[in-house]
């Protein structure tokens, strides 16, 4: 069972400032089968990355995924009051088992 | 737009039971696979069950497996969770989502409040 690890548990920034989500798996993701996932309380969560590094729907492009393997990154450019959120990092597929990171809670 | 509202949270006690709904509109609901998530204070993301359009194929976490029943009902666009031998640790929001099958989470609910406690 694949266990993703995100870093750091939290981070702290001011506006304007840019952001290094970290996710790391335990074993290979394949086909690139990592997501993003920005969550606010009280709002609907909503996907940022899919297949490692594609934007969604309505994504602005200050978010950007990379990463293959085990290594992935979710960088935020010029983050601002709005961009406060925790962000999940999961690995999809065809397997059976579903794999969420723990979360990163950016705070501005 | 797509939307999904989730209702029947609420506070219950260790050992009970509740429903959640999850009313979907903007899509057609019968073409799309659809599964509950949560999110518990400290713990994350956890997938709790998920349902092809016909529901014909159902997963469940390890976690809620004989405890949690998922259906539908695509005539009302509708899906629920059924929750039985409550514990403290079901305590979370929980949300709706549409899935494509893979469990990549294309459009999520606002989430429903789960409270098991004495």
């Known amino acids: 069972e694949v266990v993703l690890t995100q870093s750091p548990g939290t981070l702290s920034l001011s506006p304007g400032e840019g952001a290094i989500l970290s996710c790391r798996a335990s074993e290979d993701v394949q086909y690139k089968d990592l997501a993003w996932y920005q969550m606010k309380r009280g709002q609907a969560p909503r996907l940022l990355i899919f297949g490692g590094s594609v934007r969604a729907r309505g994504i602005p492009d200050k978010f950007s995924g990379s990463g293959s393997g085990t290594d992935f990154t979710l960088i935020i450019n010029e983050v601002q009051v709005e961009d406060s959120a925790t962000y999940y990092c999961q690995q999809y597929g065809s397997t059976p088992r579903v794999a969420f990171g723990q979360g990163t809670r950016l705070e501005i | 737009q797509v939307q999904l509202v989730e209702s029947g949270g609420g506070l219950v006690h260790p050992g009970g039971s509740l429903r959640l709904s999850c009313v979907g509109s903007?899509?057609?609901?019968?073409?799309?696979?659809m599964a509950w998530v949560r999110e518990a204070p400290g713990r994350g993301l956890e997938w709790v069950a998920a349902?092809?359009?016909?529901?014909?194929?159902?997963t469940y976490g390890d976690s809620v497996k004989g405890r949690f029943t998922i259906s539908r009902d695509n005539s009302q666009s509708s899906l629920f969770l059924d929750m039985t031998d409550l514990k403290v640790d079901d305590t979370a929001i929980y949300y709706c989502a549409w899935e494509d099958g893979r469990r990549l989470v294309h459009g999520w609910g606002q989430g429903v409040r789960v409270i098991v406690s004495s």
């Open positions: 349902m092809n359009p016909s529901g014909s194929i159902i």
């Open positions: 903007g899509f057609n609901f019968g073409d799309y696979y």
